[in-house]
């Protein structure tokens, strides 16, 4: 396993960290076998938040009596102060720890929640507060649009940064890790697989792991899962292994959409799962997970082409930052699945 110093933190964390958003989708003991069979084996950054269902409380029954043992990082969407004082606390309670490593604000996506976060009344003072208190040891902050983040980050009142960064999503590399670079901060990348899309598992593990990142939080659920992943990290990446891989990340994508979900359909598709898996599907075919995604939501991206209100200019590009070609997207899919 490779260690790296975390940022200003001084913490050497391991390149595999455990993303325990979906250990409340499977058996308690599973969950438990997982996460020590992790830091048995060289893991040691856990990554939860106060809005993964009750993760937090999954990780205060099976680990806490480890605390020493690893980094914790969480999360608060909230955007108050005084919401986010109240979830700081009850992350605590949860997860039976006097301390957090790093708390998280969650899921900056627009201009406005920056604005909303770091004013007087904000979730930032709440951190702050909960820093000098000695209940948190760091802030971070997570959100979908590198360049944004790369803005918000500039002026050094955080200490990490979490990030998507995988095969089909490598903007962060260009757009947001180099000025977190330069400030020494903490850099996560989150959603190797993305979400459950993309394979092979290997090589969408070692795209992120031969980038400039501390720690890759991968979710795992299983004993199984954390080897197959520890397994994908076992050697370097040699200089001609990563030009294959920046070339296969450039092929991925090329649909450039950044999952920041400024789109919002009416139908409820996914637009964002349907853009950032749309290359990787026909290239390698989908996990598991990609499958069954496909499966649940047929119907809706079938239905795409035939609703009126978007035949003219289709309503989710009109939202979009980025200026992509969702609709014609989704409807070369609905082709594909009605083929």
């Known amino acids: 396993m490779r260690y790296t110093q975390f940022g200003k933190t001084g913490f050497r964390v391991s390149a595999l960290g455990f993303g325990a958003m979906n250990l409340p989708g499977v058996p308690l003991d599973q969950a438990r076998e997982a996460l020590n069979y992790a830091l048995d084996n060289g893991i040691n950054y856990i990554d939860t938040a106060a809005g993964y ?3 937090e409380e999954i990780l205060g029954e099976c680990i806490s009596h480890r605390r020493s043992e690893f980094f ?11 919401d986010a004082r109240s979830e700081i606390e009850r992350s605590l309670s949860r997860m039976k720890t006097d301390y957090i490593d790093v708390i998280q604000i ?23 507060e909960a820093r000098e ?28 940064v979490l990030f998507h960064l995988s095969l089909v999503q490598p903007f962060a590399k260009d757009d947001l890790v180099p000025t977190a670079t330069r400030l020494n901060m903490g850099k996560t990348a989150m959603k190797p697989l993305s979400g459950g899309f993309v394979q ?4 969408a593990i070692r795209y992120p792991y031969s980038q400039d990142v501390h720690t890759i939080i991968s979710g795992m659920t299983s004993a199984a899962e954390v080897k197959q992943n520890l397994a ?41 799962d349907v853009m ?18 496909y499966e ?16 003219e200019k289709p309503l989710c590009e009109q939202k979009c930052p980025y200026h992509l070609p969702m609709q014609r997207t989704i409807q070369e899919t609905a082709a594909h699945l009605g083929g």
Not at 200 to 203: A, I, L, N, Q, R
Not at 255 to 271: A, D, F, G, T
Not at 299 to 306: G, N, Q
Request: neutral net charge; proline residues 6%; charged residues 30%.
């Open 106 to 128: 969650h899921y900056v996506n627009y201009p406005q929640e920056f604005n909303k976060v770091m004013e007087e009344d904000g979730a930032y003072r709440a951190a702050l």
């Open 133 to 160: 208190a000695g209940k948190v040891r760091w802030i971070g902050i997570t959100g979908h649009r590198p360049e944004l983040l790369a803005k918000w980050i500039s002026d050094g009142k955080f200490d990490q």
């Open 232 to 272: 994908a990290m076992e050697r370097e990446v040699e200089p001609e292994e990563r030009l294959e891989l920046e070339a296969l990340s450039a092929e991925l994508g090329e649909h450039n959409c950044r999952r920041c979900n400024y789109c919002s359909c009416p139908l409820e598709i996914p637009i964002p």
């Open 72 to 82: 914790l990082a969480t999360k608060t969407a909230q955007r108050k102060y005084e």
């Open 200 to 203: 092979p598992v290997d090589k």
């Open 53 to 55: 269902r009750n993760s």
């Open 276 to 293: 950032i898996s749309s290359a990787v599907r026909e290239k390698f075919g989908l996990l598991p997970r990609g499958a069954a995604f």
């Open 296 to 311: 649940k939501h047929k119907s809706k991206i079938l239905s795409c082409a035939d609703y009126e209100p978007c035949k």
